[in-house]
């Protein structure tokens, strides 16, 4: 099945067809991902996926003690640094490490996996499968997954600003003699990191789990040096501290969640990357080393908020002693860097699952490393998020200001990912109604709470994510859109298959050796590549492939399921390839497999014939003129279908045509 939305010669499934919710996650074990990560592993292989998922998928959510409990305490909506609400926030920010990360995401949206797969599009893609097409419901489930996606971006701009940021800022606690530097090396450390991206995450990749792992001990370190001071802090573990902060504070208390929730960033890359390193290998870094170090820390910080209010001003680095603070703050830089690239790669491989299932158009992408094929780069993205990421700096010159703009992102994100988890528990798990409501509402609860509190934040920074999301989801829906009013302005012209056959039998015209490949968006009338090739050319080549590229809603596709193929007579052929969302739609590679035709494809004796269609806006019902525009300019600048799919531009010949919509 092939979905009207999609590029012609590029289609995608309106991700119904090839999801079958029987065979989805069960919470049993996925199927071989290519990361390596299979149903079980060597002990040492387990360890080393494991330490491979502390530096990429947990450098986020262990960076933020940098800042989480100074907003808490000292931020624009914070509480008075007394005793009890010293506990209550450590309190707050422990059981939400529980709640949100242990329960909700480590224990069942990991289980969510869409064949090994995991992240917004996964999850969207999995729920899709298990609703009828053109319903409200599917068109409400696939808005909420878009939008949340448009989020992540968001989340992308503001990570690796607030994490060095945060980072750097540790240089001022030393001498106030760097004040006025702060942000100039910051902005420094994050040009040198998006420049590198070119250079792929391959060379430096078996760095990040050494380091990474060295911050999660000397945080825990730092943290237990407090807590031995200090062991009263450990009250703190009583979630009954949580009640009463709110009891005590009321609406300053719910105000502060918009702080808390800062602890839980981050949370949502152990879905994202489950893929690379599969769920064992990340629930046991998460049980063994983060979650512990990271308590440790935040108690540790308690600890000394109780002894010193006036740590106040930066109680991570006031932990640090004197001797450590300059090797402290270029760990933390090193740990910031590191959780920047997690997002950016994040943003990277989002942007090529939309590609793949049509909600983006084309863009420019670089595989950098011959053995991960899930490791690429894309140029316009890291560009747009540099500038991104340096304006978010310069305008808010300081973590505490971005803090404002970070949690709505991300406890929104947490929001549609609950949605979507109900209908996995009830379509797919048939845990039944009762069960979903009871977990998705407890969930929810607390989301929509976390997102209340973030929400009056608004007008102090937390508009940019959400302008960033709405921005983008304007550029997908449009796309979409627009792809389906073009397919709609073809079909009319379109020539049926069957009587155009017919005719070619009753007169042939000459043809020419080798075989010509048309890609095809539709399977029921004639390409108008191929109508322009005969009207101008006079002839067909002896072999004719009518070829149209599908995006299955599932990841990988293996070799025995890529290609179909069906004999149509007079030396004509209907093929259909089959990629998953996050395979290589490499089209040369495809047409090498064995086919039941027993077709063989030589890249010297084939030609591709490709459609160009020039978007011409107009009036006309179905858009407004302004995204019809706009449509118009993403369509002539998305990347072309013979970069895309790999072919050979030796071999391909494109026939333009212009289309009013």
């Given at each position: 099945m092939t979905d009207p939305v999609s590029e012609p010669g590029h289609s995608s499934p309106a991700m119904t067809s090839s999801t079958d919710p029987s065979a989805a996650s069960n919470g049993a074990a996925p199927p071989d991902p290519p990361s390596g990560s299979g149903?079980?592993?060597?002990?040492?292989?387990?360890?080393a996926l494991a330490l491979g998922a502390v530096g990429v998928v947990f450098g986020d959510i262990g960076t933020s003690?940098?800042?989480?409990?100074?907003?808490?305490?000292?931020?624009?909506?914070?509480?008075?640094?007394?005793?009890?609400?010293?506990?209550?926030?450590?309190?707050?920010?422990?059981?939400?490490?529980?709640?949100?990360?242990?329960?909700?995401?480590?224990?069942?949206?990991?289980?969510?996996?869409?064949?090994?797969?995991?992240?917004?599009?996964?999850?969207?893609?999995?729920?899709?499968?298990?609703?009828?097409?053109?319903?409200?419901?599917?068109?409400?489930l696939m808005t909420l997954g878009i939008f949340g996606a448009a989020l992540f971006y968001g989340d992308s701009m503001i990570t690796p600003a607030i994490s060095v940021l945060s980072a750097v800022e540790g240089l001022s606690v030393a001498t106030p003699v760097f004040d006025p530097f702060i942000v100039p090396i910051t902005v420094v450390v994050i040009i040198g990191l998006f420049i590198v991206q070119f250079k792929g995450t391959a060379a430096v990749g078996t760095l990040f789990g050494p380091i990474t792992v060295l911050?999660?001990?000397?945080?825990?370190?730092?943290?237990?040096?407090?807590?031995?001071?200090?062991?009263?802090?450990?009250?703190?573990?009583?979630?009954?501290?949580?009640?009463?902060f709110f009891v005590e504070n009321r609406l300053h208390g719910f105000l502060a969640l918009g702080a808390v929730v800062l602890a839980v960033t981050g949370a949502e890359a152990l879905y994202a990357d489950m893929g690379h390193f599969g769920k064992k290998p990340i629930r046991l870094a998460w049980l063994t080393l983060v979650f512990p170090a990271l308590g440790l820390n935040y108690f540790g910080q308690g600890a000394l908020l109780l002894a010193d209010p006036t740590a106040v001003e930066n109680p991570f680095y006031r932990m640090v002693p004197s001797w450590g603070l300059y090797p402290m703050v270029a760990l933390a830089t090193l740990a910031t860097v590191i959780a920047s690239q997690a997002v950016i790669s994040g943003a990277y491989s989002l942007t090529r699952q939309a590609i793949q299932l049509g909600y983006c158009p084309r863009l420019a992408i670089r595989h950098t490393s011959e053995k991960h094929m899930g490791q690429v780069y894309m140029p316009w993205i890291n560009w747009v998020l540099l500038i991104a990421v340096l304006t978010l700096v310069v305008?808010?010159?300081?973590?505490?200001?971005?803090?404002?703009?970070?949690?709505?992102?991300?406890?929104?994100?947490?929001?549609?990912?609950?949605?979507?988890?109900?209908?996995?528990?009830?379509?797919?798990?048939?845990?039944?109604?009762?069960?979903?409501?009871?977990?998705?509402?407890?969930?929810?609860?607390?989301?929509?709470?976390?997102?209340?509190?973030?929400?009056?934040?608004?007008?102090?920074?937390?508009?940019?994510?959400?302008?960033?999301?709405?921005?983008?989801?304007?550029?997908?829906?449009?796309?979409?859109?627009?792809?389906?009013?073009?397919?709609?302005?073809?079909?009319?012209?379109?020539?049926?298959?069957?009587?155009?056959?017919?005719?070619?039998?009753?007169?042939?015209?000459?043809?020419?050796?080798?075989?010509?490949?048309?890609?095809t968006a539709g399977r029921e009338g004639v390409p108008h590549a191929l109508l322009h090739n005969l009207k101008h050319n006079k002839v067909l080549h002896e072999r004719i492939v009518l070829l149209t590229v599908t995006t299955e809603d599932e990841p990988f596709v293996p070799d025995e399921r890529r290609l179909e193929i069906e004999p149509l007579g007079s030396e004509f052929y209907r093929m259909t390839v089959h990629f998953g969302f996050k395979d290589e739609p490499d089209?040369?590679?495809?047409?090498?497999?064995?086919?039941?035709?027993?077709?063989?494809?030589?890249?010297?004796?084939?030609?591709?014939?490709?459609?160009?269609?020039?978007?011409?806006?107009?009036?006309s019902a179905g858009m407004a003129l302004w995204r019809e525009k706009l449509f118009a300019a993403m369509s002539r600048n998305s990347s072309s279908a013979t970069e895309f799919f790999g072919i050979p531009t030796n071999r391909v010949v494109e026939l333009g045509t212009q289309i009013e919509i």
């Open positions: 149903p079980a592993h060597p002990q040492s292989r387990l360890l003690p940098l800042y989480t409990m100074k907003e808490a305490l000292s931020g624009s909506h914070s509480v008075a640094l007394t005793h009890d609400n010293v506990l209550g926030i450590l309190s707050l920010v422990f059981w939400s490490l529980m709640l949100f990360v242990t329960l909700k995401y480590v224990t069942l949206v990991m289980r969510a996996d869409n064949r090994g797969e995991g992240g917004m599009m996964a999850l969207m893609a999995l729920v899709a499968g298990t609703t009828r097409q053109g319903t409200r419901g599917r068109w409400w911050w999660f001990v000397v945080i825990a370190v730092l943290g237990v040096r407090q807590i031995v001071a200090n062991p009263h802090v450990l009250l703190g573990l009583n979630p009954a501290y949580a009640v009463g305008g808010f010159r300081s973590s505490s200001a971005l803090a404002s703009a970070y949690g709505i992102a991300v406890t929104g994100t947490m929001a549609i990912d609950t949605i979507l988890l109900y209908i996995v528990i009830t379509r797919i798990w048939k845990w039944g109604t009762a069960t979903g409501l009871l977990i998705a509402g407890v969930f929810l609860t607390v989301d929509l709470a976390y997102f209340l509190a973030n929400s009056v934040k608004i007008f102090q920074g937390g508009w940019f994510p959400l302008v960033i999301a709405a921005v983008i989801f304007i550029l997908i829906s449009t796309w979409r859109k627009g792809r389906q009013l073009l397919f709609e302005r073809l079909r009319p012209g379109a020539i049926p298959l069957e009587p155009f056959l017919a005719s070619i039998e009753i007169h042939p015209p000459s043809r020419v050796p080798g075989t010509a490949v048309f890609l089209l040369p590679e495809a047409l090498q497999l064995p086919n039941t035709a027993g077709i063989e494809f030589s890249m010297m004796e084939t030609s591709f014939f490709l459609s160009r269609q020039t978007i011409v806006p107009t009036r």
